[in-house]
């Protein structure tokens, strides 16, 4: 049993489409199954990064109406392990449970305080709440643009009404530029003294060209 009540209110977090930063949309939530040799001992849908024995849950979201139906992105949340990384994705996925069964975060009744509660991690599963979504800032040389969970609207904020009339609530938020690939400088050094270099004039090499590998629009976790 996990039980959400004991976790603090959700804080506001400091080529396919992309959904413009800020935007509101309908997601459906899909847990992903750990990539083979990061399996959690402890819990079969979770993995963990070894180095930090952080456990976190792999999450795909999928818009289900508006403009950007079908669109698909992807997050992972620590779990365990790293206490105010915790904190915040126990926080998160409080709120998740109560967009999804309608409850406000100051609704500490018992019919309420009951719903928060979850089996597994796999209990999170088709749940269908309005999210905020934000663009993942680009790395210079990445080809393309994705989008990332940002945060979730609960009962008691004036968007969720609106989500459940329209669907969606899309801004005019420019889509941030992908900085350009930079190249290596060149090593320092100039020409060797006369008296230190042979009798053939040496050109300089130039310095090699290291381009950012391209981002994938799907995390490394989540390719098979």
Known sequence: MLDFNNAGPQQTPGTGQVIPQKSIVMCR???????????????????IKKETGNEMINLRYEVIAGKFEGVKFYGTHVVAGAEKATNISMSFF????EAARQIKPDDMSPAACEARKISSWFDLESLVFPLQ?????PRAGDQYLYNEPFKIITPDMEQYGQMMLDGEIITDEPLPVIPAATSQPAAPGGQKPAWGSPAETQSQQPANSHPSQPASNVPSWAKK
């Open 29 to 47: 939530v899909e847990v992903q199954q750990p990539k083979a040799g990061f399996e959690s001992p402890n819990n079969s849908c979770l993995s």
């Open 94 to 97: 409080r709120a998740m449970v």
């Open 133 to 137: 979504v934000a663009v993942k800032p």
